[in-house]
């Protein structure tokens, strides 16, 4: 008989601008990190097995799923053949439980930017497509100082005094990550589709990056300030 690719769906589930992940347990994946998830049954929607897996798995309610964007996995060690669809949804109620103990060790939430290693190959290869779910305000944690600064600080500090860190002191890859930062949020704002990745913004100088990160969040403040 030959041989196709199989189904999986995997859940982004979103509570306080984290993301749930557990350590997998078992033949495949033994070890890695991995969001919720499993096979899409026949007749099933993405949306209602992203759901159904993520309870099966967790006990957790979930909302708003909507479906994101797919990885091509290819597991060569295990010669195995994965389309994996991933869905972002909101966590509505619950405690993460370990549901099925034979496949999962640990549940526990995580940033962005913060993901434990070893990774599931989905996740990973998720990662590298530098693919950031819509809808995540704080989607990974912010470089030093200008985390506890509003959108308006961040916008005017070409023109703060010289006992602050000014916007071009920072490195370039605190730069990266924050222009990322205020244009998803933007982008979340504006309900723009179009993901941001970390490769366009490394080909950029010190002052586009500046130039990105007062822009947003000049724009941010007149959206919040007009609602």
């Known amino acids: 008989m030959e041989k196709r690719p199989a189904v999986g769906v995997a859940a982004i589930?979103?509570?306080?601008?984290?993301?749930?992940?557990?350590?997998?347990?078992?033949?495949?994946g033994s070890g890695t990190w991995a969001f919720p998830g499993g096979h899409l049954e026949f007749n099933e929607s993405i949306e209602d097995c992203a759901k159904r897996e993520v309870f099966e798995e967790t006990g957790l309610s979930v909302k708003k799923s909507r479906f994101a964007t797919i990885t091509n996995d290819l597991f060569y060690q295990s010669n195995q053949h994965y389309v994996t669809l991933f869905v972002v949804c909101d966590?509505?109620?619950?405690?993460?439980?370990?549901?099925e103990p034979d496949k999962c060790e640990k549940w526990d939430w995580f940033y962005w930017n913060k993901f434990p290693k070893p990774m599931f190959l989905s996740l990973k290869n998720l990662l590298e497509q530098g693919f950031i779910p819509l809808g995540i305000k704080d989607a990974f944690t912010p470089p030093d100082k200008l985390h506890e600064m509003t959108a308006a600080q961040v916008a005017s500090l070409n023109t703060s005094d010289n006992s602050e860190k000014r916007i071009e002191d920072f490195s370039h890859a605190e730069l990266m990550e924050t222009a990322l930062m205020f244009e998803s949020q933007l982008m979340e704002l504006l309900g723009d589709i179009n993901p941001v990745s970390y490769e366009t913004y490394s080909e950029l100088s010190h002052t586009q990056l500046a130039d990105?990160?007062?822009?947003?969040?000049?724009q941010i403040c007149t959206i919040e300030n007009a609602g």
């Open 91 to 99: 966590h509505e109620n619950g405690t993460p439980r370990i549901k």
């Open 13 to 28: 589930v979103i509570k306080n601008g984290k993301v749930l992940l557990g350590k997998r347990k078992g033949a495949h």
């Open 212 to 218: 990105i990160i007062k822009n947003c969040t000049q």
